[in-house]
């Protein structure tokens, strides 16, 4: 563990001085600095302003944390939607219009075109709510006595939210077993209040899950970018299992297998890569 760690350490301490270099030889304020901005130079700024609370040695821990916590999670969730828009091709083929009616064959997609996919963000929500990576939150403490749906819970009681059972309870859903991501429409145009309590694939309050904006983002983007970009089919006419597997996060049992080829719409594009 030592030695691992030593490796680790090395690794994301030449990652803050390669952008520390980086940001010296661009300078600041200059525009190619916006355009290669990276997460950690956002942090090395705020090092300048608050050097005693954004040390290198809490950079690296912040790194740690987004590479343990946000990879894993992000890679599954995009696993467990390509395998839904496998299994339904209706809904795959309706997010593939919506890409190229507003992002063309000319460019990839980017993260300012989110904001138009709807859909894509509607994908990306039915599928944390039908299969949540993190099935069961942090568990939380009560820091007094109360009554929860008139049950009654001691202070200092262990609480773990049930969020795969609350995202399929009939009695808060319709049809709530169905991949349904029209049901989302409308979330992005302020609707969010609508699912408060009932949709919390990444908790709520102050103990919700930080980067729930960061992750919308990539699983967002991604999807958007193997819908643009790749053809994609069943290896057989079964349909894709969709059996759950176990463990800290909510895997596939079995990992997807699908056969994929570039678009001819995109080939020159991506030849250009």
Avoid at 9 to 34: A, C, H, V, W
Avoid at 100 to 114: C, K, Q, S
Avoid at 195 to 202: A, S
Avoid at 260 to 272: D, G, I, V
Wanted: aromatic share 6%; proline share 5%.
């Amino acid at each position: 563990m030592k030695i691992i760690h030593k490796k680790a350490d090395s690794f994301m301490q030449s990652l803050i001085d390669e952008n520390r270099i980086r940001t010296r030889k661009i300078g600041p304020g200059d525009d190619q600095e916006e355009k290669t901005r990276t997460m950690i130079n956002s942090m090395l700024s705020l090092q300048e302003s608050e050097p005693n609370y954004y040390t290198d040695e809490i950079i690296k821990g912040m790194i740690l944390t987004l590479l343990s916590a946000g990879t894993d999670t992000s890679a599954a969730t995009i696993e467990w939607a390509m395998s839904l828009l496998l299994n339904h091709l209706a809904v795959l083929k309706k997010a593939r219009a919506e890409v190229n009616n507003y992002v063309g064959n000319d460019r990839l997609v980017d993260e300012p075109d989110l904001a138009k996919l709807p859909y894509i963000q509607s994908i990306v929500n039915e599928t944390q709510r039908l299969y949540p990576v993190a099935p069961l939150l942090a568990p939380h403490e009560s820091s007094d006595d109360t009554t929860i749906g008139g049950y009654h819970v001691p202070r200092q009681t262990m609480l773990i939210v049930n969020v795969w059972a609350i995202h399929r309870d009939p009695k808060v859903w319709d049809n709530p077993t169905s991949f349904k991501p029209e049901r989302f429409e409308g979330l992005m145009e302020g609707g969010h209040e609508a699912y408060n309590y009932k949709f919390v694939p990444f908790g709520l309050g102050r103990r919700a899950c930080p980067s729930t904006g960061l992750a919308n983002r990539v699983m967002g983007l991604a999807l958007a970018a193997l819908i643009q970009c790749f053809e994609w089919e069943r290896i057989s006419k079964e349909e894709v299992d969709m059996s759950q597997g176990t463990g800290i996060t909510m895997p596939k049992a079995k990992p997807l297998e699908a056969r994929c080829k570039s678009r001819h719409s995109m080939s020159t594009l991506l030849s250009q890569l």
